[in-house]
């Protein structure tokens, strides 16, 4: 009598895991790049299109899908907060000249500036507001009122301490 040869119960093969992370096809990928390049920022639709050899209907087609749209957010980010330097050096230059409204822009998308409204609170110390927030009328116009007040005091005794010395 011959003994059958046990046989060791192997694991299931589990099937490999799919990824959830956005995967841009070849034309996307062409189109990101295109879109990416500061050079082509003033570039019509068509112009991006011809440039990254695709047809305008990939172009809405991918800026439908939040994956790519998210990509296109995390591309532009990353290129930002690389030209951190540049991009402050370029705007004081701007500023001396006199314009400045780009660099607002520029830190908000790279994540380095939140507009933020400081009024005081029924004490006078500073409290943060966020541009959300709504205010009667009648609480602003308080709060501008202690603002005022509070600027009238320190030079009433920036004054005093003038003449005094």
Request: glycine residues 4%.
């Amino acid at each position: 009598m011959k003994k059958k040869a046990k046989t060791k119960n192997k694991p299931a093969r589990k099937a490999p895991q799919k990824s959830t992370e956005y995967r841009p096809t070849l034309a996307e990928k062409k189109l990101l790049e295109v879109l990416l390049n500061p050079e082509h920022r003033l570039k019509t639709v068509t112009e991006i299109c011809g440039m990254a050899g695709c047809d305008r209907h990939i172009y809405y087609d991918a800026f439908k899908k939040d994956g790519f749209c998210n990509l296109y957010d995390k591309e532009s980010k990353a290129l930002i907060r690389k030209a951190k330097a540049s991009i402050i050096h370029a705007s004081i230059r701007a500023a001396q000249r006199g314009d400045s409204a780009h660099t607002k822009l520029l830190l908000t998308m790279a994540g380095d500036y939140a507009d933020r409204t400081i009024f005081p609170d029924k004490k006078g110390n500073p409290q943060d507001l966020t541009p959300k927030q709504d205010l009667s009328e009648k609480e602003i116009e308080r709060r501008v009122l202690v603002l005022l007040e509070k600027g009238l005091r320190r030079k009433q005794e920036e004054e005093k301490k003038n003449v005094k010395g």
